[in-house]
């Protein structure tokens, strides 16, 4: 979707006024709802880069009105913002490689071990950063969401319930999970998905337990069922346009990943953590049954979640590459545990202290 030439110019002319108080006045989207996740991430980076800068560095928070998400690549490219969310899956022709991580979707149990392993993947992915290069953009990080479950209008206790459910779709991922147990995906987009429920058009979603809120599938779901089905990480938080990239100093990009790096977690935590949390909630409130489904279900939705995985590790390095992220990330979120804190301090020394930000992007 392109930005109308008019809203662009409209939008420069008024963030000029700002930007022309500091030199290094950083102009950023979330591209997201003021209660989505981002949003809240974008809030943090911008205390983190006044911090990490001591003043010298700020960002002036352009609104979805502006830059939505599908806007993003083009605002960057056009310098309308400095740095922006990015959602590489939203744009699969660009960014092939840097996807076959999100083709690993149902590999995720840990949201942040998911979100570390997505950081450290794309920094060190030769591939991946060629696809950021050639649109002009700089990766700075990713986040996750909680692990997805069921929702949906009528109860998944077993896996014979599947059976003839139409279930939407968030990815290629969840669409060989859905038809594995005789399901069919459909794939519509995740802000329509209320209202196909509603209609009845599907019968449920593959979705995280925070769309019950941010979606408020509260008011149409009857049933949750606990079934783990994986991840949403394929994300590039923190998505910095090139030129301006450039034209920062060394030391002011060691400030931006510094405070980028710190921000990265907040998304996951409030994603993985503090919003579910608040879903479950809601949907205790509005009478919604939590099914625990059987052993066999559950037993037999891992078991084609590992056999997935060994089918994309064995016909893609870049996805045995990921697949081995994830599994030294876990490792490390099990010993440190889910306070984004100390996720950031070992962030900065397993990825970002061996990076060499001369040279990075550039």
Not at 55 to 63: A, E, R, V
Not at 163 to 174: H, T, V, Y
Not at 192 to 218: H, K, P, W
Not at 251 to 271: F, K, M, S, Y
């Amino acid at each position: 979707m392109k930005l109308s030439k008019s809203l662009m110019v409209g939008a420069v002319a008024a963030i000029c006024i700002t930007s022309a108080a500091s030199a290094q006045n950083l102009r950023g989207s979330a591209g997201t709802s003021p209660a989505h996740p981002a949003t809240y991430m974008y809030d943090r980076f911008a205390e983190f880069l006044a911090e990490e800068s001591g003043g010298s560095m700020s960002l002036t928070k352009i609104g979805p009105e502006v830059v939505s998400l599908t806007q993003v690549p083009d605002a960057l490219q056009s310098e309308l913002i400095t740095v922006g969310n990015l959602l590489p899956l939203f744009f699969p022709a660009d960014f092939q490689r840097t996807n076959v991580a999100g083709d690993m979707a149902l590999l995720g149990r840990e949201s942040h071990a998911m979100a570390l392993a997505m950081t450290e993947f794309v920094v060190n992915c030769a591939p991946c950063q060629a696809e950021f290069a050639n649109k002009g953009m700089v990766f700075l990080g990713a986040g996750a969401s909680d692990v997805y479950l069921l929702i949906t209008t009528s109860p998944v206790r077993t896996a014979d319930d599947l059976q003839g459910l139409r279930l939407r779709s968030g990815g290629a991922p969840f669409s060989r999970w859905a038809e594995h147990f005789g399901a069919t995906p459909v794939s519509i987009a995740v802000g329509d998905q209320f209202e196909a429920m509603n209609q009845g058009t599907i019968d449920g979603t593959m979705a995280s337990i925070v769309d019950m809120l941010s979606f408020r599938l509260v008011d149409v779901a009857r049933y949750v069922t606990e079934v783990p089905l994986g991840t949403y990480h394929v994300t590039s938080n923190f998505t910095f346009s090139q030129p301006a990239w450039s034209g920062l100093s060394a030391d002011e990009r060691a400030t931006v990943v510094r405070a980028a790096n710190r921000a990265n977690p907040t998304l996951t935590d409030r994603w993985g953590f503090q919003l579910p949390e608040a879903a479950r909630n809601a949907v205790t409130e509005a009478g919604i049954e939590v099914i625990t489904p059987d052993d066999a279900l559950i037993e037999a939705s891992n078991a084609f979640a590992a056999s997935d995985t060994e089918t994309r590790v064995g016909a893609d390095p870049l996805a045995a590459d990921f697949a081995a992220l994830v599994e030294k990330w876990t490792t490390i979120v099990d010993d440190l545990g889910d306070d984004p804190v100390a996720l950031s301090e070992r962030a900065f020394e397993e990825i970002w202290a061996n990076v060499d930000l001369t040279s990075y992007g550039i």
